[in-house]
């Protein structure tokens, strides 16, 4: 038997998420922009979590890792109980190579950045700060042209990419939070964040292989 909370009304996101790689151990999808990783507020049947399981018919399927709601790309789930802890701690232990892209058409940035920084985000602010301290957010911004970027995070703090981005003079765009907090309707989903996790690999812990997933997504 199993109980669930009333589930809230929910505005559908209506876009598709594409299953990129399945095997016994692990599904990997091309996660959308305004679509939550896993049920959290008022997110629950709108997830890539509920519909994987829905869809797929695999009820032990849980997320490896997380992307933001609004970050679309290469997302990871396990399959099943007895591997989920082993693929979990490969992505909390930085063992796991991610590069994402962005788009910012403001700025300039003429040379790679590493930027190093204490980012904190507390309960109840809907935006993280840097403070002074000891650093737990790397990130290596690099321009590509046209405004692109391609960012390599080394460490993984909840908005790291965005927070550094905006940091740099590049905030992102799209961005409903960096640098100033703007009123999104529900269901507004005319200005996507243009932040994509576009490839991520790892030497697969159970298969032994080395794994490279790239989202087939673009930026706007």
């Known amino acids: 038997m199993y109980w669930y909370r009333e589930l809230p009304a929910e505005v559908e996101v209506p876009f598709e998420m594409p299953v990129l790689y399945r095997d016994e151990n692990i599904v990997v999808v091309d996660k959308p922009h305004f679509l939550a990783t896993m049920p959290r ?25 997380r992307l933001d709601r609004l970050t679309a790309g290469v997302l990871v789930f396990t399959a099943r109980r007895e591997v989920r802890g082993v693929y979990q701690t490969l992505f909390a232990s930085g063992a796991v190579s991610k590069t994402y ?71 992102i765009d799209g961005d409903p939070l960096y640098p100033e907090i703007l009123d999104v309707a529900a269901g507004d989903f005319s200005t ?25 997504r673009t930026l706007g």
Not at 118 to 133: C, D, M, T, Y
Not at 145 to 158: E, N
Not at 193 to 216: C, H, I, N, T
Request: no cysteine; glycine share 8%; aromatic share 4%.
């Open 101 to 171: 892209l962005a788009r910012s058409s403001v700025g300039v940035l003429a040379e790679p950045v590493q930027r190093r920084s204490r980012i904190v985000k507390r309960r109840g602010s809907l935006q993280a700060v840097e403070e002074p301290g000891e650093v737990n957010a790397v990130s290596l911004v690099e321009p590509v042209g046209d405004g692109l970027f391609r960012l390599t995070p080394s460490t993984g703090r909840t908005h790291q990419l965005r927070v550094h981005t905006n940091a740099l003079g590049l905030p």
């Open 41 to 65: 507020g008022g997110h629950v049947v709108q997830t890539a979590l509920v519909r994987l399981r829905r869809s797929l018919e695999l009820w032990e399927l849980s997320p490896a890792h």
């Open 192 to 216: 996507p964040l243009q932040l994509l996790a576009q490839r991520l690999s790892f030497v697969d812990p159970v298969a032994g292989q080395a794994r490279e997933f790239v989202s087939e």
